[in-house]
């Protein structure tokens, strides 16, 4: 079976200070990957997707990145973070494929940026 | 854009009740409706999905679906106080570069008292 693993679990960051999270999928091959952000209170952002190694496609511009170095590996950074960064990240994946949308979510990382 | 709008509640309902939730999605060309439910500072959990006019049954929820109106309900019979959440309504996009992705609603908060 297919499992997603994130962390850290929970952050506590100063502003103006990098972040790295990382997401990886046990049980499946070339996953598309996605990146989501849900602030208090509000709806599910997407931020990033990935199709492939290496291949990321940007939803919002923002001082975030992400990055894709392994077929089962997803990263999240940034260079200095800012306060309106705090939320929820969720990373999730689905089966590529035509009407293959059922997508899967990690734990999630509760960031609070400070 | 491709909206999905969904009843903000909360909802209330008694135990034993039918819990309605509904939602609404402006992409015509939408083919997979998918159900999340999010418990308190929990990732998403996909409980239903359906690709078809009608209805769709597992166990106590019944998802709708009525594309020529553009609607998406659940239902969840014999409500519980374990069903107590965020409900999330999620519209893929079927078309074009962005397959593969979810639209979200903001999700719809139930309680179900005892």
């Known amino acids: 079976s297919q499992t997603i693993h994130q962390w850290p679990a929970t952050l506590v960051q100063p502003v103006g200070s990098p972040l790295s999270l990382e997401c990886t999928v046990e049980?499946?091959?070339?996953?598309?990957l996605y990146w989501y952000r849900q602030a208090a209170g509000r709806g599910l952002q997407l931020l990033f997707y990935?199709?492939?190694?290496?291949?990321i496609s940007s939803e919002v511009p923002q001082n975030l990145s992400a990055s894709r170095p392994q077929d089962r590996q997803f990263i999240l950074s940034s260079k200095k973070l800012l306060l309106s960064d705090s939320g929820f990240y969720l990373c999730?994946?689905?089966?590529?494929?035509?009407?293959?949308?059922?997508?899967?979510f990690g734990p999630g990382t509760r960031l609070t940026v400070l | 854009q491709k909206e999905v709008e969904q009843n903000s509640g909360p909802l209330s309902v008694p135990e034993g009740a039918i819990a309605s939730l509904n939602c609404t999605y402006s992409?015509?060309?939408?083919?997979?409706f998918f159900w999340y439910r999010q418990y308190s500072g929990k990732s998403p959990e996909l409980i239903m999905f359906?690709?078809?006019?009608g209805d769709k049954e597992d166990g106590r929820f019944t998802a709708q679906l009525n594309k020529a109106s553009q609607y998406v309900s659940l239902l969840i019979r014999d409500s519980q106080p374990s069903d107590s959440a965020t409900y999330l309504c999620?519209?893929?996009?079927?078309?074009?570069?962005?397959?593969?992705?979810?639209?979200f609603g903001r999700g719809t908060q139930l309680t179900v008292w005892p």
């Open positions: 999730a994946w689905s089966v590529q494929g035509l009407l293959s949308n059922e997508q899967f």
């Open positions: 049980g499946t091959s070339n996953p598309n």
């Open positions: 990935s199709v492939g190694i290496g291949q």
């Open positions: 992409d015509r060309g939408s083919q997979s």
């Open positions: 359906i690709y078809s006019n």
């Open positions: 999620a519209v893929g996009a079927d078309r074009g570069s962005t397959l593969g992705r979810l639209y």
